[in-house]
């Protein structure tokens, strides 16, 4: 029996004529003057459940516009990956499960590099096609606006690095003795499909399949770590808070693992390459007093683990404040580790509407460093702050840095998201906030926004009506000056 061209449940736009779902193929079978009644019949109906349309290919982020795609959202991704160090070779299965926001005829996932074998969705064959980093996927069905649905991509091949636009390698990246994922901006696309903007948090699964002698480590919870035959193991790790996907992370390696707990029972999970082992130690050790102060200062860890990852020494550009788990690119100390806990509360689950609101990742991440120092006998956020002004390299190294050289709200380009006005001049908004303030509000200032928008998303223009609101405080000139304007502001 062919499909109906119409099926007759009602119509969620409220379309008189109770229709749902137009069946493209059924239609293109229907004779001239039956399509045309068709046409007459449901002129009146607006709604786009009606017939789907392609969804955006990005969500028109001001510096990374194919970013993201349109016309869904992510709930949740399972990735089975299995990855072997000896031929490079990943292959992998992503069964993304998402809520159209509109109908939908076609939509698109980020994805960079390897081979797409196969695509399905609601467990029907999707065809699919490819064009720079956009994979376009047709199901077979139109989506309804609303309507959950689960897509599953198959694909394979040798990952390659993403090369981000300040000339950072990112993505899947080999290490001396396995790999390692880091993201941010626009890596995760390179070792999986996905909607990759911040915008878009989801939970994970993240299952990782290596030989016996690796460790394999991601984001989260380790659920089980189960031999499965063939010489191989699979580690599942699970995410029970919502994660951009740039903050995701796997790493397969010869880790010596360590665990414990934080004062108030948060596991600590730490793989560390074995010849940064001796020197990460002291630092290593300091996470769970670190995870208490920061949790004093900016409210509840918003996640049910914490730990470390540290791969060899010269593998990346940067660390980075990967979800739980912050990747370090050789042994941090102290204060990185500092920087990337903060991100736990600034950036991962606070996290920015665009790549535009950076310095709300960055600023208070390196103001978290600041304020540590100051409480652990360390330099006052204020002499801190005039040394920058002053450009007083003996106080702090770098205070000689180009932090004037635009406003930490408005990178120049792409290429600049990750420059030091964003991190210092970012730090210096939220110090001049605090002398306006005073200290009480201030405190309470920074607590709030993190409690405020915990697990979800926000702006600089979030963050800038939020401070005014919560201390009362006209912050005009601060936001003026420091935060929006060209000029490097003086003493
Ligand atoms: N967010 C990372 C950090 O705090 C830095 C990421 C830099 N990314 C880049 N493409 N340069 O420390
Ligand atoms: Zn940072």
């Known amino acids: 029996m062919p499909r109906p061209a119409l099926s007759s449940t009602p119509c969620p736009a409220g379309c008189p004529l109770r229709i749902e779902r137009v069946d493209q193929r059924a239609l293109s079978r229907l004779a001239a003057p039956a399509l045309a009644a068709l046409i007459a019949l449901t002129a009146g109906c607006t709604g786009d459940t009606v017939q789907g349309r392609p969804g955006a290919s990005g969500v028109r982020d001001p510096y990374f516009p194919k970013a993201g795609n349109g016309g869904y959202q992510v709930d949740h991704y399972d990735l089975d990956l299995a990855y072997d160090p000896a031929d490079k070779q990943l292959h992998g299965t992503a069964v993304i499960t998402a809520r159209a926001k509109q109908g939908l005829s076609s939509f698109n996932l980020d994805f960079a590099g390897l081979r797409v074998e196969d695509v399905t969705v609601q467990g029907a064959a999707a065809r699919f096609n490819r064009s720079g980093t956009e994979l376009t996927v047709r199901p077979p069905e139109d989506l309804e606006k609303g309507e959950v649905f689960r897509t599953e991509i198959d694909y394979t091949g040798t990952p390659k690095p993403v090369t981000d636009p300040d000339g950072s390698e990112e993505g899947w990246i080999t290490t001396a003795d396995g790999s390692v994922a880091v993201g941010e901006p626009v890596g995760s696309m390179g070792w999986f499909p996905g909607n990759h903007h911040p915008s878009d948090k989801a939970t994970y699964d993240i299952r990782l399949t290596v030989p016996n002698d690796y460790e394999a480590v991601s984001n989260g919870e380790l659920r089980s770590r189960t031999a499965v035959g063939d010489g191989q193991t699979e580690f599942a790790w699970h995410n029970a808070e919502p994660m951009a996907s740039y903050l995701a992370t796997a790493a397969i390696g010869k880790f010596k693992v360590s665990t414990g707990r934080t004062p108030s029972g948060i596991g600590v999970y730490n793989a560390v390459s074995p010849d940064e082992a001796p020197s990460s130690a002291a630092a290593l050790a300091r996470i769970p007093e670190v995870v208490e102060w920061g949790s004093g200062k900016f409210g509840p860890y918003p996640f049910g683990t914490v730990g470390t990852i540290v791969v060899p020494d010269g593998t990346l550009t940067y660390a980075l404040e990967t979800q739980t788990k912050p990747v370090y690119s050789g042994a941090p100390d102290e204060v990185l580790i500092v920087h990337e806990l903060a991100h736990q509360w600034f950036g991962d689950s606070v996290s920015p509407k665009s790549w535009k609101d950076m310095w709300l990742n960055e600023g208070f991440a390196t103001y978290a460093e600041w304020m540590w120092a100051e409480e652990h006998g360390g330099l006052s956020a204020e002499k801190r702050f005039d040394a920058f002004l002053a450009g ?100």
């Open 392 to 491: 007083d390299t003996k106080v702090d190294p770098d205070a000689g840095s180009d932090w004037g050289a635009f406003p930490p709200a408005d990178p120049p380009g792409p290429e600049d998201i990750s420059e030091a006005p964003v991190y210092a001049r970012g730090a210096m908004v939220l110090h001049r906030i605090r002398q306006e303030v005073g200290d009480e509000k201030f405190a309470a200032l920074l607590r709030g926004w993190a409690v405020e928008h915990r697990h979800g998303n926000a702006s600089t223009a979030d963050f800038t009506a939020y401070a005014e609101k919560k201390t009362g405080h006209d912050l005009t000139e601060v936001w003026d000056v420091w935060l929006y304007g060209e000029d490097r502001p003086e003493a």
